[in-house]
C-alpha cells in the first residue's frame, strides 16, 4: 500500500480519512494486546504500519505494541521511535522497512534479530546486549551487524543518499557531534579463549580478532586466554593468560597532540615489541607497575608482574632467589630496558633479568628464571601483522550499499567474505562486491542526520515537526496527529 496517495486530503475528507485510520489503529492495537510484546511506539510523526507474517496489517499510534514477528514500515514523510522490552531504543528514519524477527528477554537463549530491508535506522542497544554482548544483532539481505553494547545507525543507500550528501554540503556543521575516528589506539591482532576489555563506568566488551581498543580501556585475559594487540604506531603487545593490562594514554600523528603511549600493569605476563613512537623517542613511551617504572629504547622485553607488583596483590616478603609471584621480572630479548622509578635505576641489558620486590630496589638475577623462558603467549616481533587491513580505510565514494557508522562500543559487519570490526567513529560499508571496509571519516548523510539520536530523543510538543523544509499537516497535505 503506498501511504503517501492518502496524504492530500483537507477538510472533512482529511477528517473521515483519520477517523478510518484511528478505528483500524485501535484495532489492531487490541489484537496486539493479546500476544507477548517485544515493545512499543514511544513516538510517531506521519504514519506506519506493523504486519504479521499472516499478512495483517495494522495502523501504529503512540504507546501501541510492537510484535515478536513484526515488520514495521514507515512512509516517506513520517518517523517513528521504538522501544523494545530489554529498553533497546530505535529511530526508523522514512521509508524504512524494518522487522522484529526474533525478540527473547530474560531467558536461557536470551537475544534478539532485526532486520533492515529498506531505509535506515539508528539505536542503541538496552539490557540484552550488555548482559550478553553479541545476543542482538541486525540482518540486511547482503549483511550481518553484530552489536556489542552500541550506539550507531545503519543505511540502506542508493541515490537518496547521494541527495542527502550534497544537500548536507550546505550545512555550516554536521547536525551529529561526530567522535573522531583516531579514538581507536588499537586493535585486536589475534585472540585464543576469552579476553574483555572495559572502561570504567561500562558494560565489559568481548574481544574477538579486529576488536578496537581505546584510551582508557583495562584488557584482561582469562585463564585460557591469550591475545595479541597491535596499536596504531605498531607497537605490539602478547598477554599471557590471567594478564591485564590499562591504556592509560595514547596520541599518534595528532596535530594537537605530541606522539606518546603510556600504559599501566596491573598484573600477568606479557611481551612488548615497541613501534614508531618509542623509535622515535623513546622517552615518548611509558610503561608503569606497583612497584617501577620501566623505561625502553628501541626494545623487545618478557615482564612478569604478579604478587606485590600485581594492582591487587598482597605485599608478600622477597625471598633471597625470587620466585614467580614474588614481585616484578623482566627479560630484555631485543634493545635495552631499565627499571626507573620508584626503584633505582638499573640498565637490563640484552638476555638477562632484572627484579624488584617488595623493598622497591631493581636488581640483576643471576640468570632467567625457567618461567620467564615458557611464556605461553608468542614473541610478538615475530608475527606477520597487516596492518592495512588492520586500520586501513577507503574514501567514501558515494555507491549503492550498505553504511553503518559507530557512536558508541563496537559493532562488526560481516558477510560471507570477511569481517569489518568498527569502533567508535567509524564508517563500515558494504557494497556490490560483498567485502566489508571501513570508510576514511563519516559521510555527510550520516553526520547531518536530522532524524533523533533515539537515547538523546525528547518527545517535542507539537507532533508535528518541519523536516527538510516541509511542514507536514498543511492544508493539501493533511495527515493525523495521532
Known amino acids: 500500500m503506498q501511504f503517501d496517495s492518502l496524504l492530500p486530503f483537507s477538510g ?30 514511544q513516538h510517531l510523526q506521519g504514519m506506519a504500519t506493523a504486519q504479521q507474517s499472516n499478512g495483517a496489517v495494522r495502523f501504529l499510534v503512540k504507546g501501541d505494541a510492537i ?42 537463549n536470551e537475544g534478539a534479530v532485526l532486520r533492515l530491508f529498506k531505509g535506515g535506522m539508528r539505536a542503541i542497544s538496552g539490557l540484552i546486549n550488555r548482559r550478553n554482548p553479541g545476543a542482538m544483532e541486525v540482518r540486511t539481505s547482503t549483511a550481518t551487524i553484530g552489536i556489542r553494547g552500541t550506539s550507531f545507525d545503519a543505511r540502506l543507500c542508493g541515490d537518496d543518499c547521494r541527495l542527502e550528501d550534497n544537500a548536507a554540503l550546505s550545512h555550516s556543521k554536521p547536525a551529529t557531534a561526530v567522535p573522531p ?24 566488551r568481548r574481544l574477538v580478532d579486529g576488536a578496537p581498543l581505546y584510551a582508557g580501556d583495562e584488557v584482561k585475559t582469562a585463564a585460557d586466554g591469550i591475545a595479541v594487540i597491535g596499536f596504531r604506531d605498531e607497537t605490539r603487545l602478547s598477554l599471557n593468560p590471567e594478564t591485564a593490562f590499562r591504556i592509560t594514554g595514547f ?6 597532540a605530541s606522539d606518546n603511549i603510556a600504559l599501566q600493569i596491573l598484573r600477568g605476563g606479557l611481551r612488548v615489541f615497541t613501534g614508531l613512537i618509542a623509535k622515535s623517542d623513546p622517552k615518548s613511551m611509558s610503561l608503569r607497575t606497583r612497584l617501577s617504572t620501566i623505561g625502553i629504547r628501541g626494545t623487545g622485553m618478557d615482564i612478569s608482574c604478579e604478587g606485590p607488583c600485581a594492582e591487587d596483590g598482597p605485599d608478600t616478603p622477597t625471598s633471597a632467589t625470587p620466585a614467580q609471584g614474588e614481585g616484578l621480572f623482566m627479560v630484555t630479548w631485543l634493545g635495552l630496558t631499565y627499571f626507573g622509578p620508584p626503584a633505582s635505576d638499573l640498565d637490563i641489558p640484552l638476555g638477562q633479568a632484572g627484579f624488584v620486590g617488595t623493598a622497591r630496589v631493581a636488581r640483576l638475577l643471576d640468570g632467567v628464571p625457567a618461567f620467564m623462558l615458557n611464556f605461553a603467549a608468542p614473541r610478538p616481533d615475530g608475527l606477520s601483522i597487516d596492518w592495512q587491513q588492520l586500520f586501513g580505510a ?22 560471507g567474505r570477511g569481517v569489518s570490526e568498527l569502533g567508535i567513529g567509524e564508517t563500515g560499508f558494504l557494497g556490490a562486491d560483498g567485502l566489508p571496509r571501513r570508510l576514511e571519516g ?20 507539537t507532533r508535528i515537526l518541519q523536516m527538510f523544509g516541509t511542514t507536514l499537516g498543511q492544508p493539501g497535505q493533511e495527515i493525523c496527529r495521532l
Open 181 to 204: 575516528a583516531d579514538s581507536v589506539v588499537a586493535r585486536v591482532v589475534s585472540v585464543r579463549g576469552e579476553a574483555a576489555a572495559v572502561q570504567t563506568g561500562k558494560s565489559p
Open 442 to 461: 563519516v559521510p555527510r548523510f550520516m553526520s547531518d542526520d536530522p532524524f533523533p539520536i533515539p537515547e538523546l530523543f525528547s518527545q517535542p510538543e
Open 12 to 41: 472533512r475528507g482529511a477528517g473521515a480519512l483519520c477517523g478510518l485510520l484511528l478505528g483500524l489503529a485501535l484495532l489492531g492495537g487490541t489484537a496486539a494486546q493479546a500476544q507477548t510484546r517485544a515493545g512499543e511506539v
Open 251 to 256: 596520541s599518534y600523528r595528532n596535530p594537537n
Open 394 to 415: 577507503i574514501p567514501a565514494s558515494g555507491e549503492d550499499g550498505l553504511y553503518v557508522f559507530v557512536r558508541d562500543g563496537a559493532v562488526s559487519l560481516r558477510t
Open 67 to 108: 510484535l515478536e514477528g513484526d515488520t514495521l514500515t514507515t512512509t516517506e514523510k513520517g518517523f517513528a521511535v521504538v522501544q523494545l522490552g530489554d529498553g533497546s531504543k530505535i529511530t526508523l528514519r522514512p521509508a524504512t522497512v524494518f522487522a522484529v524477527e526474533r525478540f527473547a528477554q530474560d531467558q536461557a
